[in-house]
């Protein structure tokens, strides 16, 4: 849980700069690669990653852009990265305007109340889960996978 504002910010900062790196190493022809047929691919983490970010942030209480669950995916990679670094660039700042007090504040979760500072840690851990099954997606599908929190295997 964030008991400080800024610890949220740098870590989202950090957190949202290696999604970006992800993204970017999506590219148009494998956006429909997944683990096999029926899974989630590249195109829909991408996506979901987008839309899940704002509904975090909505139920902390940030005013984000957001998309609904019915918004087609898109069709290139490129309008996935700018739409993630909009609602990523959003939440940084929206959540600079909140005071070390409001992240204990309770808020309405996925199951109940919870402080708006606990919800930002799953925001933070839902993404990095996402971009973990991400990074298995790029190498299953030949594409580079970006060095987010060291090095990989192919930058040895």
Do not use: C
């Not at 839309?51 to 069709?75: H, K, N, W």
């Not at 700042?93 to 919800?119: H, Q, Y």
């Amino acid at each position: 849980m964030y008991r400080q504002v800024d610890d949220f910010i740098n870590e989202w900062s950090a957190a949202a700069q290696g999604t970006i790196q992800v993204l970017k190493a999506v590219t148009d022809d494998k956006l429909e690669q997944s683990i096999v047929e029926g899974h989630s691919t590249l195109g829909w983490l991408g996506w979901h990653l987008v839309g899940a970010a704002g509904y975090f942030s909505y139920l902390a209480g940030l005013q984000v852009p957001m998309t609904r669950q019915e918004d087609p995916i898109p069709s290139t990679a490129a309008e996935i990265v700018a739409a993630y670094e909009k609602v990523a660039n959003s939440v940084k700042e929206e959540a600079a305007k909140f005071s070390n007090e409001d992240l204990v504040e309770e808020v309405k979760g996925f199951t109940g109340p919870i402080a708006r500072g606990a919800l930002l840690r799953v925001l933070v851990d839902h993404q990095t889960h996402h971009r973990g099954q991400m990074t298995v997606l790029l190498r299953q599908a030949g594409l580079p996978v970006p060095g987010v929190l060291g090095p990989t295997k192919e930058m040895q």
